[in-house]
């Protein structure tokens, strides 16, 4: 891949909390470069440190070595070009799921007007036109962690960053969020970088998994998903995702036998 094709390049990270038990490398090192349009998962056991690289991405917590780069640009702060979608809705209770995907619009001091109509689209493209008027909690968890990512998607960025979205839903609709997810992306042409905990998740969803490891967090192993799209309930069937679910699993105990 070159540099031109790059979408977001993360080059020699390290990230260091200091607390009153003194200095933890939670990202040590790790490098990552995504390619414009791909969707790429992050696997790793909890506190290896994806959250931590998620929010240096987001420009939401300073690197302590080491440089972010999205588009070209090293990341200082939180980018229009970035949309995020965290573990929980974190929506406004007071506010309409209309007027909670506009946030992003009124904190990047743009004419609501102008976004009116692709609003009502968004709503439409993740299932809840019929809901514009309604309050979260007049939504279920699945309901609203869709209203979530259509406001990470109303002012367009070119790079989406979801952490665990979809942790707090049942197996169902975790999976027909999973389709949905994949409709959005196809027709949106958005790149994605998706942190899980599941496997069947992030094979499902990604055109490469990526592996973390802790202590400190660092990227260990990549596997390309070389299944056709759009995937669909069967694909879960097939020998081939079977294969790949089996591959990483493996993968994991190995390492986990032997204490990394
Ligand atoms: N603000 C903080 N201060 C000190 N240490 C922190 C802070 N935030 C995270 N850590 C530590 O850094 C490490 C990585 O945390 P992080 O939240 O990035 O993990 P994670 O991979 O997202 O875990 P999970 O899968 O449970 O969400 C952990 O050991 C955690 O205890
Ligand atoms: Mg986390």
Redesign the pocket.
């Known amino acids: 891949m070159t540099t031109a094709d790059a979408i977001l390049q993360v080059q020699d990270l390290s990230v260091v909390?200091?607390?009153s038990r003194g200095p933890?490398t939670?990202?040590g090192d790790l490098n990552l470069t995504l390619r414009s349009g791909e969707f790429v998962s992050i696997l790793?056991?909890?506190?290896?440190?994806?959250?931590?690289?998620l929010?240096v991405v987001a420009g939401l917590l300073p690197a302590s070595r080491g440089r972010v780069m999205v588009s070209g640009e090293p990341v200082r702060r939180p980018r229009p070009d970035v949309g995020i979608v965290f573990?929980k809705p974190t929506l406004l209770p007071w506010r309409t799921v209309a007027g909670n995907v506009m946030v992003p619009i009124e904190a990047l001091r743009r004419s609501p007007r102008d976004y009116a109509e692709r609003c009502r689209d968004l709503l439409g493209l993740v299932g809840l036109a019929a809901f514009a008027e309604h309050y979260p909690d007049e939504l279920s968890g699945g309901m609203q962690q869709r209203v979530s990512i259509a406001r990470a998607l109303i002012h367009d960025p070119a790079l989406m960053l979801m952490?665990?979205p979809f942790g707090a839903l049942d197996a169902m609709t975790r999976e027909r969020m999973w389709l949905e997810l994949q409709d959005i992306w196809l027709s949106s042409r958005k790149t994605v970088l998706f942190?899980t905990?599941s496997i069947p998740e992030a094979v499902f969803l990604s055109d490469r998994v990526l592996v973390?490891a802790?202590t400190p967090?660092r990227i260990v192993q990549e596997i390309v998903i070389d299944l056709p799209r759009p995937r669909a309930v069967q694909t879960m069937a097939e020998p081939r995702y079977a294969a790949l679910c089996g591959d990483i699993r493996t993968m994991f105990l190995s390492r986990m036998e032997q204490g990394r």
Not at 44 to 53: A, D, N, Q, R, V
């Open positions: 909390y200091h607390s933890h939670a990202v790793g056991p909890s506190g290896c440190g994806k959250s931590t690289l929010s573990q952490d665990e942190i905990h973390m802790s967090g």
